[in-house]
Nanobody, 122 residues
Framework: QVQLVESGGGLVQAGGSLRLSCAVS????????LGWFRQAPGKEREFVAS????????YYPDFRKGRFTISRDNANNTVYLQMDSLKPEDTARYYC???????????????WGQGTQVTVSS
């Protein structure tokens, strides 16, 4: 099986930055497309970004480009989400996920972490 554990969430002022981390473990832990999602109370889960197995390909929704950056360190089996210029509407629980799909982007994710809370104050 595959385990994903997020960290780095917390409380930050509007305009500030956070870097989320997700440690991936289990067999073939490098052999996944990795993604970040977020979900606020009462809202649907929202896709944030994804990254290919080698880190050479990334995908973001057009409206989210610029403020958020996804990266991965395969030596440490970790995926990151750098978040800059945070806004109160970014407040959500952020989840990392792993996909066995071969094409980026993908809508199919097979493994999920428990999430880390990000709260942006005004």
């Amino acid at each position: 099986q595959v385990q994903l554990v997020e960290s780095g969430g917390g409380l930050v002022q509007a305009g500030g930055s956070l870097r989320l981390s997700c440690a991936v473990s289990g067999r073939t832990s490098n052999n996944f497309i990795l993604g970040w999602f977020r979900q606020a109370p009462g809202k649907e889960r929202e896709f944030v970004a994804s990254i290919g197995r080698s880190g050479g390909s990334t995908y973001y929704p057009d409206f989210r480009k610029g403020r958020f950056t996804i990266s991965r360190d395969n030596a440490n089996n970790t995926v990151y989400l750098q978040m800059d210029s945070l806004k109160p509407e970014d407040t959500a629980r952020y989840y990392c996920a792993a996909s066995t799909a071969m094409i980026l982007p993908t809508r199919r994710y097979d493994y999920w972490g428990q999430g880390t809370q990000v709260t942006v104050s005004s």
